[in-house]
């Protein structure tokens, strides 16, 4: 049959097994450290903790390695310069901004390790490298951007505290009265 080495000595069959086998413990050998480097950067990102903090120092925000907020603080003053409306809005900004930074460095602390340049495709087997590139499934909120959005919404609300803005309506206070006091609207 073309393509089988039947007619291949068995010192010839011998050198490739052995070769075979040398190849596959080099690539255990590689995935064992590979496994072993993994663990490492696991156990010192599970320490990991990211704190964010508004830029009023109003509101800070503590979350693990993987965003989960572990602490909320609020500064006493909290409660007296704003609404419980933009209060909430800027007490989610500040996690996802935390949540996002947090993210974002486990994602680029653990990127190295998923390089497989290296490993051979093997065929048949789905490939490692399109599995490990396919990407996380959510893309982390950008901690600039929640910042950004947040600065822009305070200027906002202090020019408006500012100068409160009031809404006169027609004065027909006094016809009212008028048609009220005659027994009656027109």
Do not use: Y
């Amino acid at each position: 049959m073309p393509g089988r080495d039947f007619d291949a000595s068995s010192e010839e069959k011998a050198a490739r097994n052995s070769a075979l086998r040398n190849q596959i413990d080099d690539m255990l050998d590689d995935l064992r450290k590979r496994t072993a480097d993994i663990q490492e950067k696991q156990a010192t990102a599970a320490q990991q903790t990211f704190e964010v903090a508004s830029d009023d120092g109003m509101i800070t925000v503590r979350v693990d390695a993987t965003g989960t907020v572990q602490e909320v603080r609020l500064s006493d003053k909290a409660f007296e310069r704003t609404n419980p409306e933009k209060l909430a809005r800027a007490i989610t900004s500040v996690i996802r901004e935390a949540s996002g930074t947090a993210q974002r460095q486990l994602h680029s602390e653990f990127a190295p390790l998923a390089d497989t340049s290296n490993v051979p495709e093997v065929p048949g087997m789905p490939s490692l490298q399109g599995l490990l590139n396919s990407g996380p499934f959510l893309t982390p909120p950008d901690p600039a951007a929640e910042r950004a959005q947040r600065r822009s919404e305070e200027s906002t609300s202090s020019r408006s505290a500012s100068a409160p803005q009031v809404q006169a309506g027609p004065d027909d206070w006094d016809d009212d009265w008028e048609s009220n006091r005659r027994g009656g609207r027109r």
